[in-house]
C-alpha cells in the first residue's frame, strides 16, 4: 500500500470493533498482561519462558551489556524439539492430531504426538549416522510436506542449525545459501505439485550442489515419484535411510543461547542476509505469542496457518509456537485455486479450522474470486482470525471479517519481521478494540515507537519510523558471518537511543494506535514476500543484453506492490523482437531468484533519471510505475530524462 492511500484510510477510518464479552471471557490473553510487562518487564518474560520445559531452568532473564547482541535465559539449558514433540507424548496427548496433512493431489496424512515424536526421532537418528553433530548446518528445501516439519524438528533436537530455503527460490538462490552458512547437508524432494502438476526439485539441488563441496549428502524425499539423476555416494533416499531407524532417541539439552536457525531474507544491498535466531527466548516468544495472540486451545482448537515453511511465518506459526503449544493443526501442501478456488474453504469446512491465519494478498484474491465461493461451505468453526505479511487494507480486513469470520470472529492483524522472529505488534483477541487496517499496539512485554527523523517519538496522528526501543527474547542474534552488516542495517540508524530500525513507517492515529505504512527502504513486499530492488537489479544486468537496470516496487492491487524494471540496453539490436526479449529478462530474474521476483512488466528506456551524485530517483520511476504524473525533477542531474522516458513509453516500448 503507498502511503497516501494508508494516509486516506487513516483518516476516514472511524470503525471500532470491541471483543464480545462472549469472546473475552473465554480468552488467554487478559488486559492485565500489559499491567504486569509494564511493572517488571524481565520479570515478565521469566514468567513467560515458564511455559516451556527447561532440562536447567534458567536464573538470569536479559543480558543485553553487549547490545546489540541480545543473550536471553542463558544459564539456562533446554530441548526446542522435546519442547515441541515429546513433552506432550509425555503429559498423555501421544494419541493427539499434531498435523492434519492435506496433499495438494488430494491425498492425506493424519500425524499424531506419537508419530511425530518416532519421526523426528528417527530422522535424528539418521542425521546422527550421517556424521551431523551440534552447530553443523543443514539446508531444507522442500516443499510443504511432513518430513519437512520431521526435517526442522530432527535438526533442533540434535543442535543443529537449519536453514530452511523455501522451494520456489532458483537453484541459484539455494547455492548461495548453502554457501553463506557451508551446510554440510541438503535435505528435499524429487518434486513438488505445483498446481496440479509435478515439478522437479532435486534437478535445482544438484545444480546448486555441484558448486557447493561442503556438502557431503543430499537426502531426498519422495514425493511426486519423478525422474531424478542420482548421484551414488552422495544421494541417499529419506525412505530407505530413515523409515529403517530407530524411533528412540534421547533429547540433549543445549544452551538458551544455541543457534536454532537461519533464515534468509533480502535486505537493502544485493545478497540475503542470513538472520539467526537461537533457542530459549526464541521459543519463549513464539509459544507466548502463539497463545495469547491465537488464543490457542489446545484441546479443542483447530489451527491453520496458510504460510509456507520457507518463510519465518513458516517457522514460527506453524513449527515452532503452535507445536511447543501442542496444537492440532491442518498443513497444506498446494495452491488455493487447485483444485478449485473453494479449496481453502473446502479444507476449513473437512477439518473444522477454528484459527485462521494468511495473508492480505491472498485475502484479496479471494475477493477477486467472489464472496459466493466462501458462502458455500460451513465456515461456522472459525473462531479467530490472523493476518501477516503487509498492511492489510481496510476493504480487505471488512471483507475477511464479513465472508470469512461472519461478523464475528475477531482480527489480528500482525506486525514481526524475520528479524523480530515473532509477533511483536497486534491486538489480543478478547482485550483489544479492533480497526480494520490498524494493527493497534505492541503486545505486552514489547517496546515499538514511531519516531521523527531525530529519534524523538511523535504524537497522535504523527508519522515517521517505526522502531523497537527495548530488547525482545525473540530477536535476532545477527546476521550469518556478518556483525558489520548487523550493526549498520538494525541499528546505526538510531544509535544514541539504541533503537532498533525495522525498516518501515507507521503512524499513529489520534486514538494513538500504530498502522503501519510499508517499507520506508529498497526492500519491496510483492505477495507479503520480501524482495531488494538491488536483488532484481543484480539479476537483471547479470543479462547478457541489459547495461543498466533500476527496479521499483509499484503498487498492486493484489499483491500490494509489485515488481517494475526500468532497463537500459546494451547497444542496440535493430531486429530485436522487443517482446521476446521482455519475455527473456523476465524469464532471466526467475532463473537468478525464483519466479515469485519475476518483474510484472519490464521497460526498456533510453536513460535512467539519476541525482548528480548518480543515484537513482526511484520516486520518478515509481510515479511512472503507478501511472502518475511525474513528481518534482529539480535534482535530476538531466531533468529532461523524464520526459525522453515518458514519450519512450508511450510511443509502446
Ligand atoms: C511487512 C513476515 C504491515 C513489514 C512476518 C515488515 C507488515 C516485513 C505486517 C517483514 C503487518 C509484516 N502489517 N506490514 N501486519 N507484517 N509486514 O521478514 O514491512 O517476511 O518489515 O516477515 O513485512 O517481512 P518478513
Keep these: 500500500m503507498t502511503e497516501s492511500s494508508a494516509l486516506d484510510n487513516l483518516l476516514t477510518e472511524s470503525r471500532t470493533f470491541p471483543p464480545s464479552g462472549e469472546f473475552a471471557a473465554q480468552a488467554n490473553a487478559k488486559a492485565s498482561l500489559y499491567e504486569e510487562a509494564d511493572a517488571d518487564r524481565e520479570a515478565f518474560w521469566a514468567a513467560q519462558a515458564q511455559r516451556l520445559h527447561w532440562h536447567t531452568a534458567p536464573t538470569q532473564v536479559l543480558d543485553w551489556s553487549n547490545a546489540p547482541f541480545a543473550q536471553w535465559f542463558a ?70 510436506v511432513p518430513e519437512a516439519i520431521f526435517s526442522m524438528l530432527a535438526c533442533a533436537r540434535l ?40 515439478v522437479s526439485l532435486k534437478a535445482a539441488v544438484d545444480e546448486a550442489v555441484a558448486k557447493t563441496p561442503t556438502v557431503t549428502n543430499v537426502l531426498v524425499v519422495r514425493r511426486t515419484g519423478g525422474e531424478v539423476d542420482w548421484t551414488e555416494g552422495r544421494d541417499l533416499w529419506w525412505h530407505e535411510l530413515v523409515d529403517g531407524q530407530s524411533a528412540e532417541h534421547t533429547p540433549e539439552a543445549f544452551d538458551a543461547e544455541h543457534p536454532l536457525f537461519i533464515l534468509y531474507t533480502s535486505g537493502t544491498t544485493g545478497n ?51 507445536l511447543s503449544n501442542r496444537v492440532t493443526q491442518v498443513v497444506y501442501e498446494g495452491t488455493p485455486n487447485t483444485p478449485h478456488e473453494g479449496r ?124 523497537l526501543d527495548k530488547p525482545w527474547p525473540s530477536m535476532l542474534r545477527g546476521i550469518w558471518g556478518d556483525e558489520a552488516r548487523f550493526r549498520e542495517t538494525y541499528w546505526s540508524r538510531f544509535t544514541e537511543q539504541g533503537y532498533y530500525f525495522a525498516g518501515d ?102 536513460e535512467l533519471p539519476k541525482t548528480r551524485s548518480g543515484k537513482i530517483m526511484r520516486r520518478l520511476l515509481r510515479d511512472v510505475a503507478e501511472n502518475r504524473q511525474v513528481g518534482d525533477v529539480t535534482t535530476l542531474a538531466d531533468s529532461s530524462v523524464m520526459d525522453l522516458i515518458s514519450s519512450g513509453l508511450q510511443s509502446g516500448k
Design 159 to 198: 543442535g543443529v542449525v537449519h536453514s530452511v530455503v523455501f522451494g520456489g527460490f532458483s537453484a541459484e538462490a539455494l547455492r548461495s545459501r548453502i554457501e553463506d552458512a557451508a551446510a554440510k547437508l541438503v535435505i528435499t524432494t524429487d518434486g513438488q505439485y505445483r498446481r496440479g502438476n509435478p
Design 344 to 467: 481453502h474453504w473446502e479444507i476449513i469446512q473437512k477439518y473444522g479450522v477454528s484459527i485462521y491465519y494468511t495473508a492480505p494478498t491472498l485475502i484479496r484474491t479471494f475477493m477477486k474470486w467472489g464472496a459466493d465461493i466462501p458462502a458455500r461451505y460451513d465456515l461456522s468453526s472459525l473462531r479467530v482470525l490472523g493476518s501477516v505479511g503487509e498492511p492489510i487494507n481496510p476493504e480487505a480486513w471488512m471483507w475477511y471479517r464479513e465472508h470469512v469470520g461472519a461478523n464475528r470472529a475477531p482480527i489480528v492483524d500482525t506486525w514481526w519481521q524475520t528479524e523480530t522472529g515473532a509477533i511483536m505488534i497486534s491486538p489480543l483477541p478478547g482485550v483489544t478494540a479492533t480497526k480494520p487496517g490498524s494493527a493497534m499496539g505492541p503486545l505486552p512485554g514489547i517496546g515499538a515507537k514511531v519516531v521523527d527523523d531525530t529519534g524523538a517519538e511523535v504524537g497522535k496522528g504523527g508519522g515517521g519510523y517505526l522502531v
Design 505 to 606: 513507517g507507521a503512524k499513529y492515529d489520534n486514538d494513538g494506535a500504530v498502522w503501519l505504512l510499508g517499507r520506508v527502504d529498497d526492500v519491496m513486499n510483492v505477495s507479503g514476500h520480501r524482495i531488494s530492488t538491488t536483488e532484481v537489479e543484480s539479476a537483471l544486468v547479470s543479462h547478457s543484453r541489459v547495461a543498466e537496470a533500476a527496479v521499483v516496487g509499484a503498487t498492486d492491487p493484489t499483491t500490494g506492490q509489485a515488481i517494475v524494471a526500468f532497463v537500459i540496453l546494451r547497444g542496440v539490436q535493430p531486429d530485436e523482437d522487443a517482446t521476446a526479449l521482455v519475455k527473456s529478462l523476465r524469464d532471466h530474474v526467475a532463473t537468478e531468484i525464483g519466479p515469485i521476483a519475476k518483474p510484472r512488466q519490464v521497460m526498456v528506456v533510453p
Design 272 to 322: 540475503p542476509k542470513g538472520i539467526l535466531h537461537t533457542s530459549g527466548g526464541y521459543l519463549t516468544q513464539a509459544s507466548y505469542t502463539h497463545h495469547n495472540v491465537f488464543d490457542l486451545k489446545p484441546d479443542t482448537d483447530v489451527y491453520w496457518c496458510t504460510a509456507d515453511i520457507g518463510w519465518v511465518t513458516g517457522h514460527s506459526y506453524i513449527v515452532y509456537g503452535p
Design 75 to 144: 544459564d539456562g539449558k533446554l530441548n526446542v524439539a522435546y519442547n515441541c514433540v515429546d513433552r506432550h507424548v509425555e503429559s498423555g496427548h501421544g494419541e493427539q492430531v499434531a498435523i492434519h496433512w492435506e496433499g495438494e493431489p488430494g491425498d492425506t496424512r493424519t500425524i499424531t504426538y506419537n508419530d511425530l515424536k518416532a519421526e523426528v526421532s528417527k530422522a535424528a537418528n539418521a542425521l546422527t549416522g550421517l556424521g551431523l553433530a551440534a552447530g553443523d548446518r543443514v539446508a531444507i528445501y522442500m516443499p510443504m
